[in-house]
């Protein structure tokens, strides 16, 4: 089991930035991926950063350039460094981990892709206003 908890939304305005910030606990070392997804009300969650056990990430075209995604291994924290906010960024964020040991864990799914998350924190909510 891993326990996810995250922390820095807020409300800024267009052009602004956050930093998001996630801590892990439990069983954090039977993780490969970790991620950072958002959603709207009415639309589907999606992925928008996502980073691999060796450090490797990958991000959402729709953040590509304004957001890096970074781990502290130490401090088994997860960041989301958010820069240059549009009003469309503006989503409840959450954070994810998977588990390549759980049931139904699949090979070929990036870490961007929502597939193998099976661990999820309660989301912060970001607002960018115009």
């Known amino acids: 089991q891993v326990n996810l908890a995250e922390s820095g939304g807020g409300s800024v305005q267009a052009g602004g930035s956050l930093r998001l910030s996630c801590g892990a606990s439990?069983?954090?070392?039977?993780?490969?991926?970790m991620g950072w997804f958002r959603q709207v009300p009415g639309k589907e969650r999606e992925g928008i950063a996502a980073?691999?056990?060796?450090?490797?990430?990958t991000y959402a075209d729709t953040v590509k350039g304004r957001f890096t995604i970074s781990k502290d291994n130490i401090n088994n924290t997860l960041y989301l460094e958010m820069n240059n906010l549009k009003p469309e960024d503006t989503a409840m964020y959450y954070c994810?981990?998977?588990?390549?040991?759980?049931?139904?864990?699949?090979?070929?799914?990036?870490?961007?892709?929502?597939?193998?998350?099976?661990?999820w924190g309660q989301g912060t909510q970001v607002t960018v206003s115009s």
């Open positions: 439990g069983n954090t070392g039977d993780t490969y991926c």
């Open positions: 994810a981990a998977d588990n390549p040991r759980a049931p139904g864990w699949e090979f070929g799914f990036q870490c961007i892709d929502l597939k193998n998350y099976i661990y």
């Open positions: 980073i691999d056990y060796d450090g490797d990430a």
